[in-house]
């Protein structure tokens, strides 16, 4: 399996759509990674933050890092210099800390709220009326270095296809009914611009459902030993 022609493949698929590939890198090695950079494809998932920060070290500067993965306030700290935008931002309290450390960094740090739509209790993510809480939260205009710019969202493992497309279509409609409310953007800190949905088994099915930015690592790379 070439990585270049899978990219390539992918990046043809998408091409109907307004939607970008982001590559999941993780536990992938340097040299693979440095094969997807000479596609010229510049934006890399990754799940663990120590891992990130490695690869970050040894490779290009121009590489774009997205953190896809359950984010520690405790860790915010060792991404905070370079990462270009954090999709699994889950609570107020993870904002606040994102925000503290983008400011001893003199950094705007891109952020997208991870809304909890697949039926399963080990993923993690805010449910509507969360939502629309921490948007109205009296200390969010003060958190000037982050920007919220979209929502966020895993569909359940499953191979249930009429499942997925009704957690697509939940998140689709809360992220439209907030663009057309234009909920939190009077803050001047919140914009309704990014949908994050969609992995290696679904990424064209949330592609059709609106998504901006799918995930997309075994589909590109093979299944990870």
């Known amino acids: 399996m070439s990585i270049a022609n899978e990219i390539s493949r992918i990046q043809n698929e998408l091409k109907p759509f307004p939607t970008r590939l982001i590559v999941v890198t993780k536990t992938r090695n340097i040299a693979q990674l440095l094969e997807t950079h000479a ?19 040894q490779l290009p500067a121009d590489i774009r890092w997205h953190q896809i ?4 306030t405790n860790k915010v700290k060792y991404i905070a210099p370079f990462i270009h935008l954090i999709h699994s931002v889950d609570s107020l309290k993870l904002l606040a ?9 003199n950094r705007i740090i891109n952020c ?7 039926q399963e209790e ?16 009296p200390s969010l205009p003060g958190l000037t270095h982050i ?12 191979s249930d296809q009429a499942q997925i497309t009704r957690e697509f279509s ?26 994050s949905m969609g992995m290696s088994g679904d990424y064209m099915l949330a ?5 901006s930015l799918v995930r997309v690592g075994s589909a590109i790379f093979g299944e990870r030993n």
């Open 39 to 57: 596609t010229g494809a510049l934006d890399f998932g990754e799940n663990r933050v120590q891992e990130m920060v490695e690869k970050h070290a």
């Open 69 to 72: 993965g359950h984010l520690q």
């Open 97 to 105: 800390e994102i925000n503290a450390q983008a400011k001893k960094n």
């Open 112 to 118: 997208l709220l991870q809304m909890y739509i697949a």
């Open 122 to 137: 080990s993923k993690f993510g805010l449910d509507k009326q969360e939502l629309i809480d921490l948007l109205n939260d």
């Open 147 to 158: 920007r919220i710019v979209g929502l966020m969202g895993m569909a359940s493992f499953t």
């Open 170 to 195: 939940s998140l689709q409609a809360i992220f439209q009914h907030l663009k057309m409310e234009k909920l939190g953007e009077s803050t001047g800190l919140v914009s309704w611009d990014e949908l």
């Open 207 to 211: 592609a059709e459902h609106g998504s």
